[in-house]
Structures are given as structure tokens and as C-alpha cells.
């Protein structure tokens, strides 16, 4: 069998959807007892749970910065996650370009951890985005969202948001984070190799779909706090 | 490592006693849980139970082919692990569960990995002396809010209950050579063979003189020894293990082994009878042709 | 891989074994393969202060189960840190040449746990309430393994034996025993053979002055009367122990008076 076809004559791709689209995302805050705050997204099959403690005091006295906080993330994938089951060591990756106002904390510590449920692309975005509800969860002072979102490139098209077949066919893929209120890039990873041609609108359409998960993220966050005001009204 | 003041020692002992604990339970009562299997779509079998307001356990399932043994080459086997994710609590970071993990899934291989889990284990062998199944039991602990061991017992029962190995073909090619294929239609895969003899545990905290059920963390902190046992429907005592450092007398203990058994008993009633009504409202689901919606950590408290 | 060290070839094969006839655990008079009855457990050799750099030792042979155990402390922790009351620390490590099959250098899962028990054996016993910011070092070091079972109870009472020699204040002395369940019979103290045809095993220890069971660990399924039954075997076997593990330390006060 030839290459596998992930865009149809008409454009459309491996899972239906159109180059520009990004897949269902839903998001809930508050969803463990013990973190202070943490959050679970699902990103079409991609599925991230997020906690965060802190700020809380430096655990490791070396580490102290005097200004401002320290960052601590753990990222964690379930050997079930993907479709071949393997143990894997954990690792400290994905140190993502979190904007908080860590100067508000100085000498102390937050941590985030990532647990990566289930694989199907996009990992690094959906743990961006994890991280970032739960960080408003916990209530800590951010300058505005991260949302983060991948794009690639198939048969000279831009895609958005690729999914694990797509991510794993070769094709090269650009994760793109940014603050959607100042649409300033936080974060630009490409592991793969694309043209410099490309380059342009391949980040501009991730950076459209960062704007897209803002809308979404947003709504959440915002139908959350209704919810526990009204609750609190009453 | 959290300590108890000596007044919150005494409250929750006296509370044991007079058979009303911290949140209005009694010494025998569970606290509510929340069941969902066939969250996770990449493992052959997986379910989530939230119990009270704070354990999260998720087990995933998936069963792989593999060489056989070279001294049990007609069976296939089942290979536990589990894991602790630091969301549960900033002590699990970095190293900090091992020895917890371990402690964890020693007990679950301990009851699943033998004849006692009630699996029939032949089954799982594809072709004699060549290859089997292996069955991965993964489970995770996301939240945490006491009695962890049950609630993975739980998990487990209901992700093999979830699980379906796919057929497989055996084709013989003549000179005693086999060769097999697997079969990729869903529709074929059959569940594990002797599921309804998977036993769960169920883990008695001593404190004081009164022994409780599903312990909460201050609880637990509380404790001077524990008693897990693990049961089949059959009231079969399917493993013992005792915890935490403290003695208990043998009078006492077998007054917890009768109890225990009783109180597995129902609960293994209530959770097949759950994963029945669970399943059959997925299949009405599948037979309209409506979407089946798994509501994973959406579901309601 | 070890790169350290001497590895085996990359392929080997199962040896060829000369298919011997099966012998029966139990013959027609219920006497096991080396004579014993199903109630009798192995003879004990016990002897205490073997290691001189250590602060209690013991060595004990459980039929041809073999198991060193030496004490260090009560000692100061190694990580400078204020608790009310004592850590008892415990490792336990099977010799490489000490089973069937070789283990490993290091610490294997099984081992960890066995460690675990260990502590949750012991502690009940230690008064460790009377040694604030220290720690007791146990380490156990399996020589012959002749059941796996009755070696993790030969172990906790071999460790008992050398925290007394130790000279570390105790409430009681805690004896373990194990049986093993063998065609709906109860075997006490399974050898190695009898063990690879068990159903399901049992390994209790015991405090007997106190009357307390201090670990309980089962595995394989039985009926509640049989476990019962089988638990109240191993404390009168562990009551048997005791006696043994009493004479040892009575005799080591004896030698050291001279």
C-alpha cells in the first residue's frame, strides 16, 4: 500500500475534518480534591489532567530565587495511554513558557504536574492548555491565558491541530503558544523539518487556532465562576 | 509526612467507639462512588471510581501477545502495576511513591497474579508452548482521600469486566508448526474467561478497640493496624494481608475476617449488578445507533 | 544490561530434562518427602552474635533454609531530622546463588515488599517510642532459600533474635511460621518442593506472650474455616519457635558471662 492518505481530494482529512479546524475541545476546572488547583481537557483524544500546588514554600533551599517564584513541572504519561503499552520514565520535557506574575511570590514555589491519560497528538498543546486552567484554578495572578495550538503541513496544505496518524505519517508540526490578549508567542517548537516557505502560514494558522482554544478555554473559565457565584448567591 | 495532635487522635477514637465517625458514617458504612468503565478508547479495557469526595483511581487494561514461560507454556498470565501521580499528593513527586507503588502493586499481583483471581488462565494461551496473552492491568491513582487498595480493587474488577481480548485464528501448517492470526473485527472480541470470580478487597482499619471500613486519610493516619482481605462472590478468602504497625489479636482478627467477607460480599453484588446496568444501557445505546458519551471526569459528584 | 559484570551467552536454551516420575508431596500415611508429618515443622539452628562489627546478629537454619541477619543502632539517622520516635529500617536481600533461579545484584520488587513486612513484623514488638530522633538498621541476608515462604518467616524471627541481641528494648519477641495449603490438606513449613505444589500459603507472625498477631500475609483462595484453622496452627508452631529463640538467647547470655 502506498503513503497512507490523509488529505482527500476534497480537502478534507484523515478524521473528517477540514484543514482549519481544530477538534472538540472540552475543558473542566477543579476536578481533584487534594491539588489547589487542577483542571482536565480533552482535545478530540487527546487527554490531559492537570494539578498545581503552590505558592508554597521552596522545598529545596538551593533553588530559592529571591524575586520571584520557582516553576516546577512533572510530566507523567499512563503506560496505557497510547496504542502500544510501555513503561516510561518520567521526564521534565515539557517546561512550558507558563506567563505568571511570579514576581508576586518571591522565594517560593509552584508546582505543576501533567498526566497525559491518553495520546493522540498534540501533547504538548493539550498540557499548555491543561496547565493553564489550572493554574486559574488555583487562583494565582496570570498577565493573561497561554493557549497553545499545533499546526502542520500535508502535501503543501496547512492543517491545524494534528491528531496522533497525522503527527506520526512524518509530517512536520510547529506548536505555537501564545498571550491572546497581546497575541505575543510565548512558545514555537518544531522537532521536524519544514519549509521555510511554509514556515509563515503554517504559524499563523496555529496561531488562529490559539485564538480559537482562548474563545473556548474563556467560556469555560467564565461558565465556571457564574456558576460559583450563583451558587454562592444562594 | 502529616502528624495527628493527640485531641485529633482521641476525637476519632472515640468516634470509632460510640460507631459515629467525623463525616456521619458509621463503622461499617461506605462512603458514595462515582463508576464509569470504558473511558480510555486506546486500552482493551479501562474504568474510573471516585469514591467520596476525594479518591480517584483509573485502571486501563490492555493485553498484548508475548512469548510463553518456558516452565507454564500452556497459560497465558496478568502482570499488575501501579502508580501514584504526584496530583494526588505533593509527596508522590519525583521518587517519593516508590515504595508506595510498590507496596500497592505487590498486593494486586499478589490476589490477580494467581489461580486465586478466578481468570482462567489457559484461556489466555493462543498456541501451546508459543505464544499467550498478557494481561496489563495499569492502574493510576489521580486523587487521593484514603482506602486506595479497595478502591483499586474496584477499578480493576470493573476494567476486566470492560475488557475484550480480541479472537485469534489458528491455522496449522502441518509437522505440528501453528501459525495464528488475529482477528481485528470489535465485534469478536470476547471478554476474559471467570471474570465473576475476580475478587475485590476490602481493607479494615483497627483504631482503638472498633475496627472501620473505608478509612479517610485522617483516619487512616489514625490507624494501628489493618487488615486487608480480599474475597470472591463465592465468600472464598482469596488473600490476607495485614498493614500499618500495629498488632492485632487473633480473636480479633477473625471477628474482622467474618466481618470482612460479609461487607465484601454485598459490594460485589452492588458492582455487578452496576457494570450490568452500565453495559446494558450501552448496548441500547449501540442498537439505536445514538453516540455513546462517556462522561469521564465531567460526571457529577 | 550489567556491563559490569559476567553475563551469560545471548541465547540459551532450556536444559533437557530426563522426565522423572512425580513424586507425591504425601505418601499413604500423610508423611511428607523428607519423613516429616503435615504438623511438624523443620528442625532450627539458631546461634546469636555471628557478626562481630554488628551491634546483634543472628544466624538461623529453618531445615536447609539459611538466613544471616545482623542489627546496626539504635544509631543516629543518617538524615539529620527530629522524629518523637525511633525508625526502624529493615532490607532484606536474597543471595544471587540463593534460589532456584539466579537474582539479581539488585533489589528486586518481591525483596522491597519483603523489606516492608519486615518493618510491619517487627515494629509492633520495638519500643521505639524510647529512641526519639534514632534508627535501627536491619539487614537480612538469605543464603538458601528452601521455600519462600518459610524463609520470609525464618527471616522475622531470625531478625527478632538479633534486635534482642542487640540489647534493644522489646515488649516481646516475635516468632513467624508459615504453612502452605496442599490438596485441601495444611502442611506446616513448606519446603521449597512442597511449595511449588501449593494451592495457596500462609505466613503469620506472632507475639506469643502478648497474644497479638503482628503480620498476616495469604495468598491462594480458601474457606474462612480453613484459614481460621490454619492460623491457629501457625501460633502454636510460632509458640514452638519461641521456646527455641529463648533457649538461643539465654545460651549467647551465658557465653558472653564467661
Redesign the interface.
Known amino acids: 500500500m502506498s503513503r497512507l492518505e490523509l488529505l482527500t481530494p476534497e480537502g478534507l482529512r484523515v478524521d473528517g475534518r477540514r484543514p482549519n479546524e481544530l477538534r472538540k475541545i472540552i475543558a473542566k476546572t477543579s476536578v481533584l480534591a487534594q491539588a489547589d488547583g487542577s483542571a482536565y481537557i480533552e482535545q478530540g483524544n487527546t487527554k490531559v489532567l492537570a494539578a498545581v500546588y503552590g505558592p508554597q514554600e521552596v522545598r529545596h533551599r538551593m533553588q530559592i530565587l529571591h524575586d520571584r517564584a520557582i516553576i516546577n513541572v512533572e510530566f507523567n504519561v499512563a503506560p496505557f495511554s497510547t496504542s502500544e503499552r510501555k513503561k516510561r520514565s518520567k521526564n521534565d520535557k515539557y517546561d512550558n513558557g507558563i506567563k505568571l506574575q511570579t514576581s508576586q511570590f518571591p522565594r517560593s514555589q509552584i508546582d505543576i504536574y501533567l498526566q497525559v491519560l491518553q495520546h493522540d497528538g498534540g501533547t504538548l498543546q493539550a498540557c499548555i492548555n491543561a496547565a493553564t486552567m489550572a493554574l486559574i484554578d488555583a487562583g494565582i495572578p496570570m498577565i493573561d491565558y497561554v493557549c497553545a495550538s499545533t499546526a502542520g503541513c500535508i502535501d503543501k496544505q496547512p492543517v491545524l491541530d494534528l491528531n496522533y496518524l497525522e503527527e506520526s505519517s512524518d509530517s512536520p508540526e510547529l506548536t505555537v503558544a501564545i498571550l491572546p490578549r497581546t497575541g505575543k508567542v510565548n512558545l514555537m517548537s518544531m522537532e521536524s523539518r519544514l519549509h521555510v516557505d511554509m514556515l509563515e502560514s503554517v504559524a499563523s494558522l496555529a496561531t488562529e487556532g490559539c485564538e480559537q482554544i482562548h474563545t473556548i478555554l474563556d467560556a469555560v473559565v467564565r461558565d465556571t465562576t457564574q456558576h460559583l457565584k450563583d451558587s454562592l448567591m444562594q | 509526612m502529616p502528624y495527628l495532635s493527640q485531641a485529633e487522635r482521641d476525637y476519632i477514637t472515640e468516634g470509632v467507639q460510640s460507631d459515629l465517625r467525623a463525616d456521619g458514617r458509621g463503622r461499617l458504612d461506605y462512603r458514595a462512588l462515582v463508576l464509569e468503565t470504558g473511558i ?4 482493551n479495557g ?1 474504568a474510573r471510581v471516585r469514591l467520596g ?2 479518591t ?1 483511581v ?1 485502571v ?3 493485553v ?1 501477545i508475548d512469548q510463553v514461560e ?1 516452565d507454564a507454556d500452556n497459560v497465558g498470565k496478568v502482570v499488575c ?1 501501579v ?1 501514584c ?6 509527596q508522590f ?2 521518587h517519593g511513591a516508590d ?1 508506595l507503588n ?2 500497592l ?2 498486593a494486586l499481583q ?2 490477580l497474579g ?3 483471581c478466578g481468570i482462567n488462565f489457559e484461556k489466555l494461551c493462543i498456541i501451546k508452548g508459543q505464544q499467550c496473552w498478557i494481561v ?1 492491568i ?1 492502574a ?1 491513582i ?4 484514603g482506602n486506595v487498595l479497595d478502591t483499586i480493587f474496584m477499578a480493576t474488577k470493573a476494567a476486566l469486566f470492560n475488557t475484550r481480548i480480541p479472537k485469534t485464528q489458528i491455522q496449522d501448517l502441518g509437522d505440528g508448526e501453528f501459525e495464528f492470526e488475529v482477528l481485528d473485527d470489535v465485534e469478536d472480541a470476547e471478554r476474559l474467561d471467570g471474570i465473576e470470580n475476580i ?1 475485590i478487597g476490602v481493607t479494615l482499619n483497627k483504631i482503638g478497640t472498633g475496627h472501620i471500613i473505608d478509612a479517610s486519610p485522617l483516619e487512616e493516619l489514625c490507624t494501628e ?1 489493618k ?1 486487608t482481605i480480599a474475597v ?1 462472590k463465592d ?16 480473636g480479633l ?2 471477628e474482622m ?2 466481618t470482612a ?1 460479609r461487607i465484601g460480599q454485598s459490594l460485589i453484588q452492588q458492582l455487578d449488578q452496576k457494570l450490568q446496568d452500565e453495559e446494558q444501557q450501552v448496548d441500547e445505546k449501540r442498537l439505536n445507533g445514538e453516540n455513546i458519551e462517556k462522561l ?3 460526571a457529577m459528584v | 544490561m550489567d556491563r559490569k559484570r559476567v553475563n551469560g551467552p545471548e541465547l540459551s536454551v532450556v536444559p533437557v530434562e530426563e522426565h522423572t516420575e512425580e513424586k507425591q508431596i504425601l505418601d499413604s500415611k500423610e508423611r511428607r518427602l523428607d519423613g516429616r508429618g503435615i504438623d511438624d515443622i523443620r528442625p532450627i539452628f539458631m546461634k546469636s552474635g555471628l557478626i562481630s562489627q554488628a551491634n546483634g546478629s543472628t544466624y538461623m537454619e529453618f531445615g536447609n533454609a539459611k538466613v544471616v541477619c545482623a542489627v546496626y543502632g539504635p544509631r543516629q539517622m543518617k538524615k539529620p531530622s527530629f522524629t518523637g520516635k525511633g525508625v526502624l529500617n529493615c532490607e532484606i536481600k536474597f543471595a544471587t546463588f540463593s534460589c532456584k533461579k539466579r537474582r539479581a545484584f539488585q533489589r528486586d520488587a518481591q525483596e522491597k515488599e519483603f523489606s516492608q513486612i519486615l518493618v510491619q513484623a517487627l515494629t509492633p514488638a520495638v519500643r521505639l517510642d524510647l529512641l526519639p530522633k534514632s534508627s535501627i538498621d536491619v539487614y537480612v541476608n538469605v543464603l538458601e532459600n528452601d521455600g519462600t515462604s518459610s524463609t520470609l518467616a525464618a527471616a522475622i524471627s531470625a531478625a527478632s533474635v538479633a534486635l534482642a541481641d542487640a540489647g534493644i528494648e522489646m515488649y516481646d519477641q516475635v516468632a513467624a511460621s508459615s504453612i502452605a495449603y496442599v490438596q485441601n490438606k495444611i502442611l506446616m513449613d513448606p519446603s521449597a518442593l512442597e511449595e511449588e505444589s501449593e494451592d495457596g500459603s500462609l505466613v503469620v507472625s506472632y507475639m506469643p506472650s502478648l497474644n497479638e498477631i503482628t503480620h498476616i500475609l495469604q495468598n491462594g483462595n480458601t474457606e474462612s474455616a480453613i484459614a481460621n484453622k490454619a492460623v491457629e496452627q501457625c501460633i502454636d508452631a510460632c509458640s514452638k519457635i519461641y521456646s527455641v529463640m529463648s533457649t538461643v538467647l539465654l545460651q549467647s547470655l551465658d557465653t558472653s558471662d564467661k
Open positions: 480510555i478508547s486506546q486500552a479501562s469526595d476525594g480517584d483509573l486501563g487494561v490492555k498484548e518456558p502495576n502508580e501521580s504526584p496530583s494526588a499528593s505533593q513527586e519525583g515504595d510498590n507496596e502493586t505487590q499478589r490476589v494467581g489461580p486465586q496489563y495499569d493510576m489521580l486523587d487521593y482521600s475478587p493496624a487488615l470472591n465468600s472464598q478468602i482469596c488473600g490476607i494481608q495485614k498493614g500499618a504497625e500495629g498488632g492485632i489479636e487473633p482478627m477473625s475476617i467474618q467477607k469521564g471526569f465531567f
